[in-house]
């Protein structure tokens, strides 16, 4: 039950707008999580919306994340709010879950009700991962509703415009703004500087201080994460594994291609 414990208190953390970092893994591979989550990050989300991972693979990244040494917390964002999907991410053992894609009050409710236990949820009880195979299955259904973070994604128009709403549903701990997907709903994709982007950002952060949740964003640059919290985001998920190997990858190639070059006109 430890990792339901880290869980906890990164939920706390959360809702008490307290400084948190997370991580990206989109490679499935225990490595890559194990990795990533040894950079002492508060905590790692493995992606099944855009990455190709099974519910096998994912269960493998989430077991590397909770036995590397640290409280860092295994999230996952599931390809959608569906509760099928959910309650299997849940069952890995997952400490919570980044949803895409959901638009209304209604929607960010159903996220809740997935991911809770009758007689307040419908979140089915299996005897997996999350509770040790069965053998805490009990210790596990009485903490687990309590433990678990839900972060919501804004990535439409009509998500920005329901963020009240959605930000004042019971058990909703955080918004969450997808930079890309976002704007190329508002159609000036990847291009953060554009007044509707902006506009849209500000709606999302104000309707979220109004109702007491923090907001989180993607960013991928030092200048771009130092602008964004800088402008009233809480925490942040702070690149992602593919980005950091391709351009570590071509950093190191122009210098050895700068290297030779120089070396040939020395001789």
Known sequence: MEHLHDAAALRESMRAREPVVGGWVS??????????????????????????????????LVRAVSVTPGETVPLVRPPSADQVAIKRVLDTGAGGLLVPRVDTPAEAAQVVEASTYPPAGMRGTGAGRASNYGRTLPAYIDAADEALTRIIQVETRDAVDNATEI????????????????????????????????????????????????????ATAPDQLEEWLDSGFDFAIVGYDAKFLREATDELVAAFEAGIGGSSEAR
């Open 167 to 218: 930000a004042a549903v019971d058990g909703v701990d955080a918004l969450f703004v997808g930079p890309a997907d976002l704007s190329a709903a508002l159609d000036c994709h990847l291009d953060f500087s554009a007044s509707e982007f902006e506009d849209a950002v500000g709606t999302v952060l104000d309707a979220a201080e109004a109702e007491g949740v923090p907001v989180g964003v993607f």
């Open 27 to 60: 490679i499935g591979h225990p490595a890559v999580a194990e990795i990533t989550a040894d950079a002492a990050l508060d905590f790692v989300t493995i992606d099944m919306e855009h990455a190709s991972m099974s519910i096998e693979t994912v269960e493998n």
